[in-house]
């Protein structure tokens, strides 16, 4: 049998787990530099807690966990001759892995509500499961990185998260993205001024394909779609939508005149884009960009989506938004949250890509002790535990060489994890050290290796 | 419908999550020091790499996942009419949730034999999953952290381990652990003395109650299970054997005069305790141990187990041995491996116990800015936006106070959370600061703040 893994999945070397660790470490330090805790959910849910909250679709890629023992006994006959799957589901599992972070935050605000302070900031990294059909940067499992803010409406919120992006890509290097920011009421609003809110999704896919196709392509399948020529023309600004944040949103006023939503959308996103601005940011642009309508079904204020950084081909690195009833589905009303998350993989890709991984320090020992002389080893080891204690990675070649061969393996040991330090031997205090990238070598007493080190 | 989580899973809170981190970095941070590098393998495996692989019981205790889709579709109509939940389990289920490290290490070691430089020294700290009925510090979510070495024989990985287990509780600030040892060689070597391997477990297991039912109970059990009068007469040293490391060393080795495997059990030992003793340990104490009999069946070489300190009761916090063959059962032979793990939860209430978490940096703000006057809101969050660059988590309440009882909300906030300094007013750069802990209100600039807090 020749050993693999699911389709869908993968095994991370050292190497990975680093600048996996790197880019989860740096999130972590600002998601509590800025006030948010970390909460852990279980891996798996009950089915109740997660069936019937991500569609018809996302049902089906929910990972199900058969239930233990003899599972069938208590299953209606007649379900198992018909071989309907879908109904003896429910009847031989009970428990599913996770799908999203949310609806187990969700769940946990509501359980948990008389022990959490309001309003609640939290963090969550956590691996995710969707039985989806693998592709190329798409996983049957991987880590979603949330921040949220349950039981605020305040926009502040909404300013903190964008300088909470522009912090986390500054500190990983990635500078020059942009942050997307939109806000659902303005789109309401538009759908007022066309007319028609069933229209909206497509208005704003059309519209979003301004730079490619021209105004007229725009207008052409506004049409088609159904959106009369005389609601175009009322929305016409958009169709220009250049200039600064400051312009658009003036553009966006005048437009929106007719929709008291719409004028509240404005109002909103001028506050936090005039309150960004006042602040600064120390690597990202804030864009205000109408046609970002991601999860339009749930959002309700600020909707964030980042782009990496120009001329990196690779869809957005992050997104969230405000959505105003996360717990109502769970029975706790009227708790109004916001939050934003990022997506590893395509950070991790887009980092390897622009080389930013050269500053993490890769786990390898620093110095390496042969082991040719069976006389020197605890000398050796004893040198390696002050190594240790000075924080410098260090280790032995856990076998002796007894022959040439030998020998040569433990250099090429040292060569294939990338050693700097090479100690060969060890005599009364004096030790024998090879720098393999300058490859000199020199005698040294242990007081000298550790400032060469470090 | 009351939101909950299945049986013997658990939520961890911001305070929870904080502590447990605290272990598993210092943990990393040990094994990483020591050369040790990290892996990481999906949550779950194909069934034909886990099933078989734990015993029968084992077999039965691994979450299966049932595959997606129509899975019932090409069941045989015979088995469902059957009920024949076992029979069926492997044609509606092709994947499962780990059931420990051990397994995806050695399918991850023959899988990616090419890549890797041996000896390999990896680390591993990940949640497996249990279908265990769960009970008192029993749970069917939990981590593991193990450190294994595969590709050497060496003694000194043996001695390294003991090193490692040292260093890490030392740094823990779990003073006074004891760390037991054994070798199977040993206890192969007492097997072949009293006339009978089948009989050893009876034996150790005998043995082991020496301290509660004195030598007359242990013997009288010993005749009951079968062992010869004669037999307990040549391990008689055994019931009176206690003095130093070095003491039991030469006890056994004048016991053990008949079994060769015995006598290289004994030198293996002193080999690796004389080493210990050499290189010293900063704050646990080695004790060989020959009613260690953990994993008897596929333990080789060493075997540990780790003592809470005396006075917490508590079992083990920590064990590991040595293992001939882990990856034959993936097809790759001859490669002999040692390792040991953590054990998290029992680490975790032990310290508790102690209270060793006080060092613990929880993750809240140190500054907390009131929000009473919408128009000092930018200038705070200005101020916090230098504090955050200082390395200081600082918020500021979201939502400005309207009334008296809102204002009354944002202090017991402050409260609530345990922050330690609460600005009130900001004018013209001078900051009303509260010290929450001295109850002192103080006037001060931002730099005099940051000098505070820091």
């Given at each position: 049998?020749?050993?693999?893994?699911?389709?869908?999945?993968?095994?991370?070397?050292?190497?990975?787990?680093?600048?996996?660790?790197?880019?989860?470490?740096?999130?972590?330090?600002?998601?509590?530099?800025?006030?948010?805790?970390?909460?852990?959910?279980?891996?798996?849910?009950?089915?109740?807690?997660?069936?019937?909250?991500?569609?018809?679709?996302?049902?089906?890629?929910?990972?199900?966990?058969?239930?233990?023992?003899?599972?069938?006994?208590?299953?209606?006959?007649?379900?198992?001759?018909?071989?309907?799957?879908?109904?003896?589901?429910?009847?031989?599992?009970?428990?599913?892995?996770?799908?999203?972070?949310?609806?187990?935050?969700?769940?946990?605000?509501?359980?948990?509500?008389?022990?959490?302070?309001?309003?609640?900031?939290?963090?969550?990294?956590?691996?995710?499961?969707?039985?989806?059909?693998?592709?190329?940067?798409?996983?049957?499992?991987?880590?979603?990185?949330?921040?949220?803010?349950?039981?605020?409406?305040?926009?502040?919120?909404?300013?903190?998260?964008?300088?909470?992006?522009?912090?986390?890509?500054?500190?990983?290097?990635?500078?020059?993205?942009?942050?997307?920011?939109?806000?659902?009421?303005?789109?309401?609003?538009?759908?007022?001024?066309?007319?028609?809110?069933?229209?909206?999704?497509?208005?704003?896919?059309?519209?979003?394909?301004?730079?490619?196709?021209?105004?007229?392509?725009?207008?052409?399948?506004?049409?088609?779609?159904?959106?009369?020529?005389?609601?175009?023309?009322?929305?016409?600004?958009?169709?220009?939508?250049?200039?600064?944040?400051?312009?658009?949103?003036?553009?966006?006023?005048?437009?929106?005149?007719?929709?008291?939503?719409?004028?509240?959308?404005?109002?909103?996103?001028?506050?936090?884009?005039?309150?960004?601005?006042?602040?600064?940011?120390?690597?990202?642009?804030?864009?205000?960009?109408?046609?970002?309508?991601?999860?339009?079904?749930?959002?309700?204020?600020?909707?964030?989506?980042?782009?990496?950084?120009?001329?990196?081909?690779?869809?957005?690195?992050?997104?969230?938004?405000?959505?105003?009833?996360?717990?109502?589905?769970?029975?706790?009303?009227?708790?109004?949250?916001?939050?934003?998350?990022?997506?590893?993989?395509?950070?991790?890709l887009v980092m390897e890509e622009l080389g930013?991984?050269?500053?993490?320090?890769?786990?390898?020992?620093?110095?390496?002790?042969?082991?040719?002389?069976?006389?020197?080893?605890?000398?050796?080891?004893?040198?390696i535990k002050t190594l240790r204690s000075n924080?410098?990675?260090?280790?032995?070649?856990?076998?002796?060489?007894?022959?040439?061969?030998?020998?040569?393996?433990?250099?090429?040991?040292?060569?294939?994890?990338?050693?700097?330090?090479?100690?060969?031997?060890?005599?009364?205090?004096?030790?024998?050290?090879?720098?393999?990238?300058?490859?000199?070598?020199?005698?040294?007493?242990?007081?000298?290796?550790?400032?060469?080190?470090?």
């Amino acid at each position: 049998m020749k050993p693999g893994i699911p389709k869908g999945t993968r095994d991370f070397s050292s190497t990975e787990v680093a600048k996996r660790n790197y880019i989860f470490n740096t999130i972590k330090h600002s998601f509590e530099n800025f006030g948010f805790q970390p909460i852990e959910t279980p891996s798996f849910e009950n089915s109740e807690t997660l069936m019937g909250k991500y569609g018809e679709e996302g049902d089906r890629l929910i990972f199900k966990i058969l239930n233990s023992g003899d599972y069938l006994k208590k299953v209606d006959e007649n379900l198992l001759v018909d071989k309907d799957s879908q109904k003896v589901t429910s009847k031989i599992s009970e428990k599913a892995l996770r799908y999203d972070l949310t609806v187990p935050f969700a769940r946990y605000v509501v359980q948990h509500q008389n022990e959490i302070t309001f309003p609640f900031k939290r963090y969550q990294i956590q691996p995710v499961w969707r039985a989806d059909r693998p592709q190329k940067g798409r996983f049957r499992e991987f880590y979603q990185c949330d921040a949220d803010v349950v039981g605020s409406t305040s926009l502040w919120q909404e300013v903190e998260f964008v300088q909470l992006y522009d912090t986390v890509f500054s500190k990983l290097g990635l500078k020059g993205t942009t942050i997307k920011i939109n806000n659902r009421k303005i789109l309401s609003g538009i759908a007022e001024v066309i007319g028609a809110s069933d229209k909206l999704i497509d208005f704003t896919v059309a519209l979003d394909k301004l730079d490619k196709i021209g105004k007229d392509g725009v207008v052409k399948e506004m049409l088609e779609k159904g959106i009369s020529a005389e609601a175009i023309e009322k929305v016409d600004p958009l169709f220009n939508f250049s200039g600064s944040n400051q312009d658009k949103l003036a553009s966006l006023e005048a437009m929106l005149q007719g929709s008291e939503e719409g004028l509240q959308g404005v109002a909103d996103l001028r506050t936090v884009v005039n309150n960004v601005e006042s602040l600064g940011l120390d690597s990202a642009s804030l864009e205000l960009d109408v046609t970002l309508a991601r999860g339009l079904n749930y959002y309700t204020g600020a909707i964030y989506e980042v782009a990496a950084p120009e001329g990196v081909k690779m869809g957005s690195i992050g997104g969230g938004g405000r959505y105003d009833d996360l717990t109502g589905i769970f029975g706790l009303k009227d708790v109004s949250g916001v939050g934003i998350s990022f997506g590893l993989d395509r950070i991790y890709l887009v980092m390897e890509e622009l080389g930013l991984f050269e500053a993490v320090e890769l786990p390898k020992p620093k110095v390496l002790f042969l082991n040719f002389e069976e006389s020197e080893s605890l000398e050796k080891v004893k040198i390696i535990k002050t190594l240790r204690s000075n924080d410098i990675k260090a280790e032995m070649y856990p076998d002796v060489a007894t022959s040439n061969n030998q020998q040569k393996k433990q250099w090429k040991y040292a060569i294939n994890r990338e050693i700097e330090f090479v100690v060969t031997t060890v005599e009364n205090g004096t030790l024998v050290v090879k720098d393999m990238v300058a490859g000199e070598q020199t005698t040294c007493s242990l007081d000298e290796l550790i400032n060469k080190v470090q």
